[in-house]
């Protein structure tokens, strides 16, 4: 029994690709027709078959700003409350430091 060799490989690869490209692109559409069978025989709607995406910030961004719950009497900085505290709360009974409403 010989080794192959690194271009039998190669091309051994190369079919396998191919074949594994064939195999998907039949079973996909194998399932696009089960699911569109399903759909239609229990009218389902595009609501009820996929979640609702999440609504983003208005001004795009994938967060939605958070409103500073302390600022530093000092320097006017503030700080959410979350993440890292900044140094000048760090290890400070934070009441003292909270925006008061």
Not at 54 to 67: F, I, L, S, T, Y
Request: no cysteine; charged share 35%.
């Amino acid at each position: 029994m010989t080794t192959p060799t690194y271009k039998d490989l190669l091309k051994q690869r190369d079919e396998l690709a191919a074949q594994i490209e064939e195999a998907r692109k039949r079973e996909v559409g194998d399932a696009v027709a089960k699911v569109r069978t399903i759909i239609a025989e229990y009218e389902l709607t595009p609501d009820q078959v996929f979640a609702p995406q999440r609504k983003r910030a208005v001004d795009g961004d994938a967060r939605a700003k958070v409103e500073p719950k302390y600022i530093d009497p000092e320097t006017q900085k503030t700080w959410t409350g979350r993440g890292k505290p900044p140094a000048w709360i760090a290890g400070k009974d934070r009441s003292l430091f909270e925006i008061k409403a």
